[in-house]
């Protein structure tokens, strides 16, 4: 298999089970199908997060057992049997919270190990380029997904099919992953011998104080943010009398071609100054969101600036990440950004719950506001010490 080949396939594959991901975007109204709230949504997802943390403090010795794209294929057939779960449920009960914990374990794998195994296959100064298209390809697939459930249902089949074809469809990648793992292993540039990433303490800590550890925590601030508009934005577009089929379909359109259009130059010489002026488009989308109404024009608007101020900004994060690392820890570097990722991700939808229940869907936007302007902040920061350097 040829080099490019092998990017193009790894990338389809990354493409079909992102997809899967999107879906969680769709608990709420699947929920309610059988009754469930956004508290439940968000305590399955915290379920999620859990085992997801787990899995990536344990990665290392399933890594060593079997391999990174033999792990990464398993995760597949892991988030296949918890969509199937999903998609065949009819009650809350302790089915559901199992495939909340199978969805975090198949996540936690495939997303710490594919950019893992990405860099073992890229030279330093392309890093940003490759993390950049690898996230087009992730946005594409998680953001189109709930566009599709949305189609669906409009056409009748229910919101149940989405996840059962989701499932098939990673199921797909999983076969693809599994037959790269040859071309993987001839294509690799990498010196350092990567596939036992095992994680401990002490590794954590030396991890810690590097200067990954200020992109770490803005990628969990970026996420909690993301978790707090996308998750529960169902339930926003019900409350004002929208089609939030248009915000993800408007939100990934504008991630694909502001990364695409900007993959070969991303961040340029000043990254953290790139960020930190992206942020401050990403808490102006979310301060439209307080205002805008009922108006599908605004609506879009505030997708397409999320769009710009999140996803352009979230693969430099990354790759900064990435870059700060020591090389002999690159790997256990990417496993603590995706803990922190998963943590705001899924652990933070199980706060976002308790406060749409409670409060209402306003108060948690002015939560995402305010966290979205520390991360802000954060950036902003970083770009005055590294100019004074």
């Not at 019900?238 to 070969?264: K, N």
């Not at 879009?300 to 990440?321: D, E, N, R, T, W």
Request: hydrophobic residues 55%; contains cysteine; neutral net charge.
């Amino acid at each position: 298999m040829t080099r490019r080949t092998l990017f193009i396939a790894y990338y389809f594959a990354i493409f079909l089970q992102a997809g899967t991901y999107g879906l969680t975007f769709l608990l709420p109204p699947l929920f309610a199908t059988f009754g469930g709230t956004e508290t439940d949504v968000g305590f399955v997802l915290g379920i999620t997060a859990i085992s997801t943390i787990i899995t990536i403090l344990w990665l290392g010795h399933l890594t060593a057992c079997l391999g990174q794209m033999q792990t990464i294929a398993i995760s597949s057939v892991l988030i296949t049997v918890a969509l199937f779960i999903f998609g065949m449920a009819d009650s809350l009960d302790g089915v559901i919270y199992a495939a909340g914990a199978l969805l975090g374990v198949g996540w936690g794998l495939y997303y710490v190990l594919t950019p893992v195994v990405l860099t073992q296959l890229i030279a330093a100064t392309e890093r940003v380029r490759a993390f950049t298209l690898l996230s087009v390809f992730v946005m594409a697939g998680f953001g189109l997904s709930p566009v599709l459930g949305g189609s669906l249902v409009k056409l009748g089949y229910g919101i149940e099919f989405a996840f059962i074809l989701l499932g098939l469809l990673c199921l797909i990648s999983g076969g693809i992953f599994w037959m790269l793992k040859g071309a993987v292993a001839t294509h690799s540039i990498t010196s350092i011998k990567q596939e036992n990433s095992e994680l401990s303490i002490s590794i954590t800590l030396q991890v810690l104080r590097t200067k990954a550890l200020r992109p770490i925590i803005m990628v969990w601030l970026g996420a909690s943010v993301f978790a707090a508009v996308a998750n529960f934005q169902t339930v926003y577009a019900g409350l004002r009398g929208l089609d939030y089929s248009w915000y993800f379909l408007a939100y990934t359109i504008t991630v694909v071609i502001c990364r695409m259009v900007l993959a070969e130059f991303i961040g340029g010489r000043a990254p953290y100054g790139v960020i930190a002026a992206l942020l401050a488009v990403m808490t102006a989308s979310i301060l439209l969101l307080l205002v805008l109404g009922d108006s599908s024009a605004l609506y879009v608007l505030a997708a397409v600036l999320f769009g710009i101020g999140y996803g352009v900004s979230y693969p430099i994060v990354k790759a900064m990440g990435a870059n700060d690392a020591t090389p002999e820890i690159m790997s256990q570097t990417l496993q603590i950004f995706g803990v922190a990722y998963f943590i705001g991700v899924f652990g933070f939808p199980f706060i976002a719950g308790w406060i749409i229940n409670s409060f209402g869907m306003t108060p948690l936007l002015y939560v995402a506001a305010i966290m979205a302007t520390i991360e802000c902040l954060a950036a902003l920061l970083r770009y005055q010490n590294d100019r004074r350097q």
